[in-house]
């Protein structure tokens, strides 16, 4: 396992690993908006999906991989469609179990700002359920800040959990 993963762009032929992530990260927490097997999404849908992330000037996602070159983590960021909130971007990171607290978080967070103060966004945001304390500190560790809250977005076992919003401004 790699302490300080290689962070980069996403490629268009890996869509298979990117699901494979995306279904793990489901059924390893539940902190996640889809529980473990709740969408069915195909190789093909996810090509489609990563394809307009690429072809998006303010979209992306990054990936996070181990030494064997095994995706263990991905931050993704979609940029408003219109001119005026082009700047802005929503952002849906996920991490696997064994690699949490290792660092990875912040490498994806280091990568996003790079990017997106390189093409112009100002405005990250994200919203998380509020008894998620693990992603909390990470977010509050890389500048965010809570902007508000939504009552019980999510029903989680059985009891109604907020969704906080937090944002972070970059050069405004």
Do not use: C
């Amino acid at each position: 396992m790699r302490v300080s993963p290689t962070v980069r762009a996403i490629r268009a032929d890996e869509a298979g690993a990117f699901l494979e992530l995306r279904k793990a990260t489901e059924a390893q927490s539940d902190f996640l908006l889809f529980e473990a097997g709740e969408r069915s999404t195909s190789v093909e849908e996810i090509e489609r999906l990563v394809g307009d992330f690429l072809s998006s000037p303010n979209s992306t996602i990054l990936v996070a991989e181990d030494d064997s070159g095994r995706l263990v983590g991905f931050l993704s960021a979609r940029g408003g469609a219109a001119r005026r909130t082009r700047h802005a971007v929503e952002i849906v990171i996920a991490i696997l179990d064994g690699y949490r607290g290792l660092g990875v978080g912040t490498r994806l967070f280091g990568a996003l700002e790079e990017w997106a103060r390189g093409i112009g966004v100002t405005r990250l945001a994200l919203g998380h359920m509020a008894d998620n304390d693990g992603a909390h500190a990470l977010y509050v560790k890389m500048g965010f800040r809570e902007e508000g809250r939504k009552k019980a977005v999510f029903l989680l076992k059985g009891r109604y959990v907020d969704e906080v919003l937090m944002y972070k401004l970059l050069d405004v």
